[in-house]
């Protein structure tokens, strides 16, 4: 949720960070320490104009290799589709799986992926 981290990182320091800069550090010291980061489908509140659908679906858009890419993204997402009733931007959570993690036995289609890749 990177405009919302810009905007609490500012409430809590008093300092306002440029943007993406708090959301892209902390997911830098996860990847630091091991973790495989996975981005799941992009998030909004219900107030965010329904157009920004498309755009927030389209894989081929979207910037999955590179987390300063991935966070200014969300930006130009809210900028393209702002909303004159919500103002914390769009956001996608970030499945972080520990390096050691093994998942025996999975049942869902996402536990047999993330089995088959942790074992990479």
Same mark, same amino acid.
């Given at each position: 949720w990177p405009k919302g981290m810009d905007l609490?990182?500012?409430?809590?320091?008093? *300092?306002?960070?440029?943007?993406? *800069? *708090?959301p892209v550090t902390l997911l830098h010291n996860l990847i630091d320490a091991g973790y495989r980061l996975y981005a799941l489908p992009v998030l909004t509140h219900p107030k965010a104009p329904r157009e920004s659908a498309r755009a927030r679906n389209d894989l081929s858009e979207r910037p999955l290799t590179n987390l300063t890419d991935s966070c200014d993204w969300y930006y130009r997402l809210e900028e393209r589709f702002p909303s004159k009733d919500y103002y914390m931007g769009y956001w996608s959570d970030v499945l972080a799986v520990a390096p050691e993690a093994e998942i025996e036995d999975p049942v869902t289609d996402t536990g047999k992926a993330l089995r088959q890749w942790t074992k990479v």
């Open positions: 609490l990182s500012k409430e809590s320091t008093g *300092v306002k960070a440029d943007p993406c *800069v *708090v």
